[in-house]
Nanobody
Framework: EVQLVESGGGLVQPGGSLRLSCAASGFTFSTYGTNWVRQAPGKGLDWVSGINSGGGSTTYADSVKGRFTISRDNAKNTLYLQMNSLKPEDTAVYYC??????????????WGQGAMVTVSS
């Protein structure tokens, strides 16, 4: 059974930082790309960032480029998203998402339950 469990969300002031984690199980984590996707309250899904299976290739949405950093620790079966210089428009539920194959730009075939991030003063 594929499981993706996000943690690390919470309330932060504009300009602050948070680090999200995603604990993966039920599959060979090191052979699959992974992504972060978010959904703001009342809005649709927006892709945020992706990383390939080995961690050597990362991609970002323009809205977060330069502020967010995606990484992974395959020995710990864990995906991370370091979020700096947070803005109110970053407020959303953040989902950890598995790719179908090793590249992060493959189809997304499994989702976590989401972690809420609220950026407000």
């Amino acid at each position: 059974e594929v499981q993706l469990v996000e943690s690390g969300g919470g309330l932060v002031q504009p300009g602050g930082s948070l680090r999200l984690s995603c604990a993966a199980s039920g599959f060979t984590f090191s052979t699959y790309g992974t992504n972060w996707v978010r959904q703001a309250p009342g809005k649709g899904l927006d892709w945020v960032s992706g990383i390939n299976s080995g961690g050597g290739s990362t991609t970002y949405a323009d809205s977060v480029k330069g502020r967010f950093t995606i990484s992974r620790d395959n020995a710990k079966n864990t995906l991370y998203l370091q979020m700096n210089s947070l803005k109110p428009e970053d407020t959303a539920v953040y989902y950890c998402v598995k790719s179908l194959r090793g590249s992060q730009d493959e189809a997304l075939d499994a989702w976590g339950q989401g972690a809420m991030v609220t950026v407000s003063s």
